[in-house]
């Protein structure tokens, strides 16, 4: 029987988009593994460590994703640069990289270090963990330059079609990170092998050594990603201009300002999101930053594939191939509706095994496994909105994103959280059903706006 074009377009896109996103799966599935083990072995220290670590985790993520909004910007003009054959474009871009990544890294550093005694107090963290959430804030971010370079120069390396590096990184970095968390977490003990007994040092410096681990691997991983793009045959900034240029600068910070301005508004929500949560207790968050933990790892599929959109859309955009662009679209979304359906019924299933493994607490296993189960049945409806966004900033549009972000974050979640949390005086329960209306939203908005064509440019 003969194949339909879309069939045809399907087959040979396949091979392609899972080239791309597996090694950005695999990379998040290392990382989420070693999340997961992060958050267990703080665990065993008792509820008030887990609500101190994952009280500022939502200024963490607001720090995190403004830093790759900005990668963005470079991914979009490299992507497009190769697509177009315009391989000394690309490597000048990547000069200019190393610029902003320096300046990024030395004022992230500042800003998070001289604020990190008034953040748990912001984030209205219980005053009996304030100062240990402090703490663990200000260790984490001294080694912002290196985590600038991580996020950035890994940025650089997936536009040029390299995803194995940055996942080869990632995964040695969370290597490193549970190994030292083991020995800086835990005091000297003893580990019975059969009829052998050995004796494991340890500094026994708790939450303390969790964020000293992380700052380890953070200066690792930032060193070894930096050493990668220099040796990169496509995009190396060696031997390019580092003063800035604004014939490469503008074209970059023209997409990535939008989305830069909507990754700080969204995650500046996620902070006000927290911020009530914390407000609720103890129980509520350690809960919630349980549940936010496990169900990180059910989304690896949907950033995986984004990745991927937005590399392979930045390509065929500067090319100026429109049947590719199309056929990558027609390819893309359906797999990640299925993807997501997959990882959703998984996480149904098997919430409160999941959120056992973190904790002990009766209360706090019966609150995250009910807000686990609540949006694993969003999740589906979630990819869409993820796949349509990555080839959105392939191709430079993140004007309309940032306005849907926004509109959804703030209209629907933080206001409908303020008043469940704050007016009405209910619990968890109702401000994650705040977030998957969030999440619907941005379903519909960014499936009507696909529908319509507007999320790709003329060519």
């Given at each position: 029987?003969?194949?339909?074009?879309?069939?045809?377009?399907?087959?040979?896109?396949?091979?392609?988009?899972?080239?791309?996103?597996?090694?950005?799966?695999?990379?998040?599935?290392t990382?989420?593994?070693?999340?997961?083990?992060?958050?267990?072995?703080?665990?065993?220290?008792?509820?008030?460590?887990?609500?101190?670590?994952?009280?500022?985790?939502?200024?963490?993520?607001?720090?995190?994703?403004?830093?790759?909004?900005?990668?963005?910007?470079?991914?979009?003009?490299?992507?497009?640069?190769?697509?177009?054959g315009?391989?000394?474009?690309?490597?000048?871009?990547?000069?200019?990289?190393?610029?902003?990544?320096?300046?990024?890294?030395?004022?992230?550093?500042?800003?998070?270090?001289?604020?990190?005694?008034?953040?748990?107090?912001?984030?209205?963290?219980?005053?009996s963990?304030?100062?240990?959430?402090?703490?663990?804030?200000?260790?984490?971010?001294?080694?912002?330059?290196?985590?600038?370079?991580?996020?950035?120069?890994?940025?650089?390396?997936?536009?040029?079609?390299?995803t194995?590096?940055?996942?080869?990184?990632?995964?040695?970095?969370n290597?490193?990170?549970?190994?030292?968390?083991?020995?800086?977490?835990?005091?000297?003990?003893?580990?019975?092998?059969?009829?052998?007994?050995?004796?494991?040092?340890?500094?026994?410096?708790?939450?303390?050594?969790a964020?000293?681990?992380?700052?380890?691997?953070?200066?690792?991983?930032?060193?070894?990603m930096?050493?990668?793009?220099?040796?990169?045959?496509?995009?190396?900034?060696?031997?390019?201009?580092?003063?800035?240029?604004?014939?490469?600068?503008?074209?970059?910070?023209?997409?990535?300002?939008?989305?830069?301005?909507?990754?700080?508004?969204?995650?500046?929500?996620?902070?006000?999101?927290?911020?009530?949560i914390?407000?609720?207790?103890?129980?509520?968050?350690?809960?919630?930053?349980?549940?936010?933990?496990?169900e990180?790892?059910?989304y690896?599929?949907?950033?995986?594939?984004?990745?991927?959109?937005?590399?392979?859309?930045?390509?065929?955009?500067?090319?100026?191939?429109?049947?590719?662009?199309?056929d990558?679209?027609?390819?893309?979304?359906?797999?990640?509706?299925?993807?997501m359906?997959?990882?959703?019924?998984?996480?149904?299933?098997?919430?409160?095994?999941?959120?056992?493994?973190?904790?002990k607490?009766?209360?706090?296993?019966?609150?995250?496994?009910?807000?686990?189960?609540?949006?694993?049945?969003?999740?589906?409806?979630?990819?869409?909105?993820?796949?349509?966004?990555?080839?959105?900033?392939?191709?430079g549009?993140?004007?309309?994103?940032?306005?849907?972000?926004?509109?959804?974050?703030?209209?629907?979640?933080?206001?409908?959280?303020?008043?469940?949390?704050?007016?009405?005086?209910?619990?968890?329960?109702?401000?994650?059903?705040?977030?998957?209306?969030?999440?619907l939203?941005?379903?519909?908005?960014?499936?009507?706006?696909?529908?319509?064509?507007?999320?790709?440019?003329?060519?």
């Amino acid at each position: 029987m003969r194949k339909t074009p879309r069939e045809n377009s399907f087959r040979v896109m396949l091979p392609t988009i899972l080239a791309l996103a597996l090694p950005t799966m695999l990379e998040q599935l290392t990382q989420t593994a070693v999340q997961y083990i992060d958050t267990a072995m703080v665990g065993t220290l008792g509820t008030q460590a887990t609500a101190s670590v994952g009280a500022t985790a939502s200024v963490n993520w607001m720090i995190g994703n403004t830093i790759s909004a900005i990668g963005v910007g470079f991914l979009a003009y490299i992507s497009q640069s190769i697509g177009a054959g315009r391989g000394e474009d690309a490597r000048k871009a990547s000069g200019q990289a190393v610029t902003i990544t320096l300046l990024s890294g030395i004022f992230f550093t500042a800003l998070t270090c001289g604020l990190s005694g008034m953040v748990p107090v912001w984030m209205r963290v219980d005053p009996s963990i304030r100062k240990m959430a402090s703490r663990y804030f200000l260790i984490i971010y001294t080694p912002m330059l290196f985590r600038a370079a991580s996020i950035i120069f890994g940025t650089l390396l997936r536009a040029a079609g390299d995803t194995r590096t940055p996942m080869k990184v990632g995964i040695l970095v969370n290597v490193i990170n549970v190994v030292m968390n083991y020995f800086l977490i835990y005091g000297p003990h003893t580990v019975q092998i059969g009829r052998f007994a050995l004796h494991i040092p340890g500094a026994g410096w708790g939450i303390d050594g969790a964020a000293i681990a992380s700052a380890l691997a953070f200066v690792v991983g930032g060193t070894v990603m930096t050493i990668a793009l220099w040796r990169h045959p496509r995009i190396s900034p060696r031997r390019q201009r580092k003063r800035p240029d604004l014939n490469i600068l503008r074209p970059c910070f023209r997409v990535a300002f939008p989305n830069m301005l909507q990754r700080f508004a969204t995650t500046f929500g996620f902070v006000a999101f927290a911020s009530m949560i914390n407000s609720l207790g103890e129980t509520s968050t350690a809960a919630h930053t349980i549940a936010n933990t496990v169900e990180s790892g059910f989304y690896i599929p949907g950033w995986g594939m984004q990745t991927a959109a937005a590399t392979l859309a930045g390509n065929a955009y500067g090319a100026h191939d429109e049947r590719k662009l199309k056929d990558l679209s027609r390819t893309i979304i359906p797999l990640e509706v299925c993807l997501m359906v997959i990882t959703g019924g998984l996480l149904f299933a098997f919430a409160p095994s999941l959120v056992r493994i973190f904790t002990k607490d009766p209360e706090v296993i019966r609150l995250g496994s009910t807000v686990l189960r609540m949006v694993a049945l969003s999740e589906p409806f979630y990819g869409i909105p993820i796949v349509i966004e990555g080839m959105m900033q392939g191709v430079g549009k993140t004007v309309a994103p940032f306005i849907f972000n926004i509109i959804g974050m703030w209209c629907v979640r933080i206001a409908g959280t303020f008043v469940c949390t704050q007016l009405l005086g209910y619990g968890l329960v109702s401000a994650w059903a705040c977030m998957i209306a969030h999440n619907l939203l941005l379903c519909v908005l960014f499936s009507i706006h696909y529908l319509r064509g507007r999320w790709k440019p003329q060519m």
